[in-house]
Structure formats: structure tokens, C-alpha cells
């Protein structure tokens, strides 16, 4: 990947179920991507062993992490260790830009 990725240049991939996402840029070791969500949209609860750290950039998401649920506004962000289950529900149209380190290789495996 390039040092520099414009945004009107990175492919938007839909994951259905109100969900797209952006991979902005990454290294071996560090990943920062970009999800978009519609009104209700679900990130299910999952886990891997990836460190994770996300921004609220916009709209209100109900978190949970282990089994401790907070609404998150824009703004914003929560961290997820390793292995530590996790899932969103947006309550509004919202984006979430997520770091992971290391990079996410399963988000390249179709």
C-alpha cells in the first residue's frame, strides 16, 4: 500500500447488512480502516487476536465488550484487547474508524 491514500481513491466494500468498509492504509503490524453503518446495522459479536482501538466519527453506537454494554457518541472511542469478544449496533447512521494491530489479514481473504 501507498504512503499516501486519498480517499476518493480507496474502494468501498460492502459487507451487507448496512455495513461498508474502507481499508485506509496498513503495515504489517498496524491497520486503520474505516466502517460505515446504517440506522440499526449490526457488527455481530466476535473476537480475534488483533489489538483494536475505535473512533466514533459520527452517530451513536451501542458497545459491547465482554459482557459490559455503553452507548458511544461521535467522538467518542473504546478500546478491545485480544481475544476479548465485541460487537456494535448503530442507533444512528455513523462511522466508526477502527486501528488493529497487527493488520487485519482476513480482511484481504475472500
Known sequence: MSNFNKNRNILMEDLRGGIKRQILGYESQLMLVRVYFDKGAVGAVHNHPHQQV????????????????????????FTVPSDVK?????????????????????????
Open 54 to 77: 475505535s473512533f466514533v466519527e459520527k452517530g451513536c453506537f451501542e458497545v459491547t465488550i465482554n459482557d459490559k454494554t455503553e452507548i458511544c457518541d461521535a467522538g467518542d472511542c
Open 86 to 110: 465485541h460487537g456494535v449496533v448503530a442507533l444512528e447512521e455513523g462511522i466508526l474508524v477502527d486501528g488493529f494491530s497487527p493488520a487485519r489479514e482476513d480482511f484481504f481473504k475472500k
